[in-house]
């Protein structure tokens, strides 16, 4: 009788070990499928708090530019997250080879977006002066350089200012948008 027992004990024992095991399996499996539907939705949350709605807004003119042969050379911009900044905004540099009819291009591509352009006045002369300079209500600022040394506001922190030079037919187009303080949402 006392073999029996033992044997029973011992049965109950691999079976509770067992149970153990799957509780802690199962249990595993919950925590990590749980931590990682709070990480997918913690990341959701951060990356529309923190989003460019202005890059949405320079796509258009990043196609315009891509149809004619542009090659993008660098962005910047800005969420307007502050506290630095609460104005979103962003900027595309563009190289355009044979560059003939870019302002009539740019002009369409603007007034498809809404923005009605006029010729910009400069309070005093930038360096390098670009040879079209047009705005819409300081929402959208486009520029551009004929023949001249210009330089790059990237957000590549190492190729910020560097200077690019565009000469002959091509052109360097740099296209701004601004959107109106994150403050006013």
Not at 49 to 64: E, G, K, L, R, Y
Not at 88 to 95: A, G
Not at 162 to 178: A, K
Request: charged share 20%; proline share 6%.
């Amino acid at each position: 009788m006392g073999e029996q027992q033992g044997h029973v004990r011992e049965q109950n024992s691999k079976r509770t070990r067992a149970l153990i095991i799957w509780s802690v399996i199962v249990a595993s499996v919950l925590v990590i499928g749980a931590g990682t539907v709070l990480v997918v939705t913690v990341s959701g949350w951060l990356h529309a708090a923190f989003s460019n709605p202005a890059d949405a807004q320079i796509q258009p003119f990043n196609a315009a530019l891509d149809e004619l042969g542009g090659r993008k050379l660098c962005t910047n911009g800005d969420g307007g997250n502050g506290p630095d900044n609460l104005i979103p905004w962003s900027t595309v540099y563009y190289l355009v080879p044979h560059a003939g009819g870019i302002s009539d291009s740019l002009r369409q591509t603007a007034v498809a977006e809404g923005y009605s352009l006029k010729p910009m006045a400069f309070e005093s002369d930038p360096s390098p002066v670009p040879d079209e300079a047009l705005n819409a209500d300081d929402r959208l600022q486009i520029y551009v350089y004929r023949d001249a040394d210009v330089p790059l506001y990237c957000s590549d922190i190492v190729r910020y200012g560097e200077t690019r030079q565009v000469s002959g037919e091509d052109v360097i187009v740099e296209v701004s948008v601004e959107l109106p303080s994150r403050l006013l949402d």
